[in-house]
């Protein structure tokens, strides 16, 4: 229980301290309680609250199925994406395609996430924090199924609501993104088939269905407008796919990015048997990756007042001369805007990056 | 476009040009038109080799089963992490990094089987007798012998007997499923001599047991497990993300929630006054000549 205490005692002894006395203080500091809350008898106790799984001393039970009685009636962990994330037991041809899907997400040569992955394993870590470092990796340009996924459904449900047929809710959004780095079509696949060979099976099983059919729509439109050639690429087939399949642009980031992981592991294993190990102050950076300032004498402590210079702007005018100025220092962060939102619902739908 | 590798190292795992994607010399698309499995991929890239259908089905039991386990470490690190809200892969980042020495420590569990059965072949000994053996020195020494026990599943792990049966099954038992049972038994008759209570083997004793005998290495075996546990903790996260309340404080819910202030129960130190700065010096010398502070230091 709890044991919240005013202590009048302690505060008694106390006298001023900083600015706690102030009157625009919300409340008066020096009786303040001490100690932590009781329990609230009032409402129900915690727990952990889920519709995914619960288990107890002699079941995993996941969304009604025992996970064991899975396995034992010939179901595998591909079954087990869709029942975790859909509540579904999948049919054959879902769990071939989803199978299909991973196999292609699973190794992507020296990408970012085998990158991360190697990085972590010079500094001597357990294999498993490489591998959920690899996972940081994906983001909204890098493995932008979120991103992509979302729009495709922001513009399904705009195209709805407008009345507009596929081909024309693919120019909208062809119109409004063309640069974005989740469009789905680049030309980043040209000589690569692999992407196209992706719809070709869903479309054999079975299970190719609208958002299959967007993106070839926004294949189209890109095509028709797109200075450079361009097609489908790996990040508009495989989260199409696995939007048909009937995951969620969420669940499609999070299944893809530990897809990937399963291999960043190798790239572990392989960095740690064939590199050796980095030590603290043992990577140099040359003089020549350098072009900030000129090397300066460090001014002496007691030159402070001349030399220092003030940050603070009085006015909007003189903030927006030096917001322009601080701009110019790479590295400074005043070059960025990110739009911080809560991702819950949807993520990787909001513009970021340079200014 | 920059298509550069972001760093330069020779490897034997892939190589990804403009026109294909190739892992262990087989191109992943034709790996998928043949309709090989994701689980068979994962035996090229960790084994460079397509296994047996026994084997894959192996594989494909043993991470079904592994996948999803409601509350444990990984399921409330993602959890924990997802209650400010940031993007969903921080809530899979912390889920795989909570496998460490105690939450299925596969690896460990590998190294060791790997020890015991080359000290077996060095010494002439049998794997029943050198099983015997680790299950003696752990003990003796105190130490938990890796795959045994689990703090819910206190009649032993549902899934982990099974996974033995499923090995046994399919006719893959070897060497390590042998020296497991054998570790398995000497471990039971040892707490039963000493009037201990029973614990069961749990999933990373069966678990693993089973991937390393289908040829993965301890830190391949422990990739598995722990990243496909990523898949089922990235779905606890997407729950709470979509379904629950952020920051786990809100007193407007009907439930307590995780960290609601009545949550936290505090052991520490006696509330006391914070020095003024002039009286700084000398009660940071007596605080330090009394040294009673250092029952606190962690």
Known sequence: MGNLTDKPELNAKKGKIGNLDSPKNPFDYMKREYGTVPLDTKRAPFQWVSEVAYKNVHRIVSRGYDTTEVMEEGYGVVDMLFIDYQARIPTVEEEQMLNYVMIMALEDGLSGPAVMSRIVAQSKTFLTQACGASILAFGHAYGAYSAFGNRLENYLKLAEAEGLSMAQAAERLVAENLQDEALGVSDLMLKDPAAVRMFARAEKLGVAGKYIGFIKEIVKAAKAVSEAPVDLDMLGATCATMLDLGFSPEATWAILAVTRSFAVGAHYIEEVEREGYRRTGQTLTPKEFYDGPEDRPVPPLRDRSKVAQSGICHTVDEWARAREEKKKLVGSGHSIVEEIEDPSQKSGIKKVGKL | ?298
């Open chain 2, 1 to 298: 476009m920059d298509r550069d590798p972001l760093i330069r190292r020779k490897t034997a795992i892939s190589y990804k040009t403009e026109e294909k994607t190739v892992m262990r010399g087989y191109n992943l698309s034709e790996l998928a038109e043949e309709g090989y499995s994701f689980c068979d991929a994962l035996f090229v890239m960790y084994q460079n080799r397509i296994p047996t259908e026994e084997e894959e089905k192996m594989l494909k039991y043993e991470m079904g089963v592994f996948m999803e386990h409601s509350m444990s470490p990984s399921a409330v690190g993602a959890i924990g992490v997802s209650a400010g809200r940031p993007n969903l892969p921080c809530t899979i980042a912390a889920a795989i990094t909570t496998f460490g020495g105690v939450h299925g420590p596969g690896a460990a569990h590998g190294y060791m089987l790997n020890k015991y059965i080359e000290r077996a072949e060095k010494e002439g000994r049998t794997i029943d007798e050198m099983a015997k053996i680790l299950v003696d020195e752990y003990m003796d020494a105190g130490r938990p012998v890796m795959g045994m026990g689990q703090p819910q599943h206190i009649d032993s792990d549902p899934r982990a007997e099974p996974i033995h049966l499923k090995q046994e099954e399919l006719g893959l038992e070897g060497v390590y499923l042998e020296f497991q049972r054998a570790l398995e038994k000497h471990f039971h008759a040892r707490r039963k001599a000493e009037g201990r209570s029973y614990v069961g083997v749990n999933v990373v004793g069966s678990g693993n047991t089973a991937l390393m005998e289908i040829g993965f290495s301890p830190n391949a075996a422990w990739c598995l497990g722990s990243v496909c546990r990523g898949f089922s903790c990235a779905a606890h996260a997407l729950f709470n993300m979509k379904k629950g309340r952020a920051w786990g404080a809100s007193r407007n819910e009907p439930m307590v929630q995780m960290i609601d202030l009545s949550m936290i129960k505090y052991v520490g130190p006696d509330d006391r006054i914070v020095p003024k700065q002039e009286d700084r010096q000398e009660y940071a010398r007596k605080q330090k000549e009394e040294g009673e502070y250092k029952k606190w230091v962690i």
